[in-house]
T-cell receptor, first 115, second 115 residues
Framework: QQKVQQSPESLSVPEGGMASLNCTSS?????YFWWYRQHSGEGPKALM?????GDKKEGRFTAHLNKASLHVSLHIRDSQPSDSALYFC???????????????FGHGTILRVHP | GGIITQTPKFLIGQEGQKLTLKCQQN?????MYWYRQDSGKGLRLIYY???????QKGDLSEGYDASREKKSSFSLTVTSAQKNEMAVFLC??????????????FGPGTRLTVL
């Protein structure tokens, strides 16, 4: 079973709209969560991290973590065409996993922002 | 800032051929990673190295070898390329922190095609 599951597989939103991406982990050892974004032809780039319960806001991006349900979400307000990309949720374990920086990635959500 | 360089950008090989991919980073990061990215399957960890001359297997190490010649470079070898294999291989680096999780920086990738 995939340890980090993302939904939806793809999402289309109008320019200026809100995009909501979801991620759920099946492994309670995962304590640290990241969102990465990958534009076509490039490597992924870290968007933001969230390690504590609740919301974390960075500009137009807000991440929410619920450790009890192992659910993390990413909300992009005022979406722009440049936000069109593949978004990955990634998780790492505390202890050994955290010491090595090892991440487990989900399959990704393709976001398309149309004018 | 730093950069991760991957060579070659495109690699075309024959079935059964041994192929080597190279990665260099100038962040002075301790830990380096090799991932394979297939369409619809996210990123899967092949090998990682937490320091020079260290090698750790990931979830997808079968069919691959790796070498961490020095702190700044990490090579991946496909020991016997499989026909119709097409994937992007991504190199990353990070500085893991005890009790936390640290950002991974990715290179642009090497796109492999096996004829």
């Amino acid at each position: 079973q995939q340890k980090v599951q993302q939904s939806p597989e793809s999402l289309s939103v109008p320019e200026g709209g809100m995009a909501s991406l979801n991620c759920t982990s099946s492994d309670r050892n995962f304590q640290y969560f990241w969102w990465y974004r990958q534009h076509s032809g490039e490597g992924p780039k870290a968007l933001m991290s969230i390690f504590s319960d609740g919301d974390k806001k960075e500009g137009r991006f807000t991440a929410h973590l619920n450790k009890a349900s192992l659910h993390v979400s990413l909300h992009i307000r005022d979406s722009q065409p440049s936000d069109s990309a593949l978004y990955f949720c990634a998780a790492s374990e505390r202890g050994t996993g955290a010491n090595t920086g090892k991440l487990t990635f989900g399959h990704g959500t393709i976001l398309r922002v149309h004018p | 800032g730093g950069i991760i360089t991957q060579t070659p950008k495109f690699l075309i090989g024959q079935e059964g051929q041994k192929l080597t991919l190279k990665c260099q980073q100038n962040f002075n990061h301790d830990t380096m990673y090799w991932y394979r990215q297939d369409s619809g399957k996210g990123l899967r960890l092949i090998y990682y190295s937490i320091t020079e001359n260290d090698l750790q297997k990931g979830d997808l190490s079968e069919g691959y070898d790796a070498s961490r010649e020095k702190k700044s470079s990490f090579s991946l070898t496909v020991t016997s390329a499989q026909k119709n294999e097409m994937a992007v291989f991504l190199c990353a680096s990070s500085i893991p922190r005890l009790g936390s999780s640290y950002e991974q920086y990715f290179g642009p990738g090497t796109r492999l095609t096996v004829l």
